[in-house]
């Protein structure tokens, strides 16, 4: 079974601070994600990763920037946090090509910024 | 351009009956469509996938669901509720050889079951 493993379930910062979530799937795959989710907002994509080096903007890049230096590795990265960024974020993986495979999802971190 | 429409934000059935929960999706390629589950303080699991086979999928945990293209539809359904299937659904619908950050998600459906 594909693991995708989040490094923290719950995460509290404070404004303006730097924040990393860091994500790994140990199952080679090419595809990496990175959402938020809100009540209400549903799934929003914010990042989206191809290949290693290789980065999308999803639907919501703003005040994020992410990080694929080894396959397995996807990190997200807030630069100033800010109380907005409050959320619900998860991280998936899947085959490469194209949107017809599966994705495998972390259990979330809950990040709160004070 | 996709779409999916989840149509109901909140259903409730009685342990033992049967769960429907409905989606609708628009697609201007041949789609590729999941249904996932997310249960409390986890992340999202598939349930089942259509990628063009056969049009009636089954999934785990008892749950299938049919693609109807006239009706552009993909329901999700279950024919006898248990208590640990109280979860929030996701219908998620993709371009099938577009680009994965094409991925579409629904708003979701909560799942309640009475006992």
């Known amino acids: 079974d594909v693991k995708v493993t989040q490094s923290s379930r719950y995460l509290v910062k404070r404004t303006g601070e730097k924040v990393f979530l860091e994500c790994v799937q140990d199952?080679?795959?090419?595809?990496m994600f990175w959402y938020r989710q809100d009540p209400g907002l549903g799934l929003r994509l914010i990042y989206f990763?191809?290949?290693?080096?290789?980065?999308e903007k999803g639907d919501i890049p703003e005040g994020y920037s992410v990080s694929r230096e080894k396959k397995e590795r996807f990190s997200l990265i807030l630069e100033s946090a800010s109380t907005n960024q409050t959320s619900m974020y998860l991280c998936?993986?899947?085959?490469?090509?194209?949107?017809?495979?599966?994705?495998?999802f972390g259990d979330g971190t809950r990040l709160s910024i004070l | 351009a996709q779409s999916v429409t989840q149509l109901d934000s909140h259903v409730s059935v009685s342990e033992g009956t049967p769960v429907l929960l409905r989606c609708n999706y628009s697609?201007?390629?041949?789609?590729?469509l999941f249904w996932y589950v997310q249960h409390p303080n986890k992340g999202l699991q598939l349930l089942l996938k259509y990628t063009s086979a056969a049009t009636l999928v089954k999934g785990i945990n008892g749950f299938e669901a049919e693609f109807k293209k006239s009706e552009t539809s993909f329901h999700l359904t279950k024919p006898s509720a248990h208590m640990s299937d109280a979860a929030e659904y996701f219908c998620?619908?993709?371009?099938?050889?577009?680009?994965?950050?094409?991925?579409?998600f629904g708003s979701g459906t909560r799942l309640s079951i009475r006992p």
């Open positions: 697609s201007s390629y041949s789609p590729s």
């Open positions: 998936a993986s899947s085959l490469g090509g194209g949107g017809n495979q599966p994705q495998h």
């Open positions: 990763s191809y290949d290693v080096k290789m980065k």
């Open positions: 199952m080679d795959h090419e595809n």
């Open positions: 998620v619908v993709s371009g099938g050889r577009s680009s994965a950050s094409k991925i579409i």
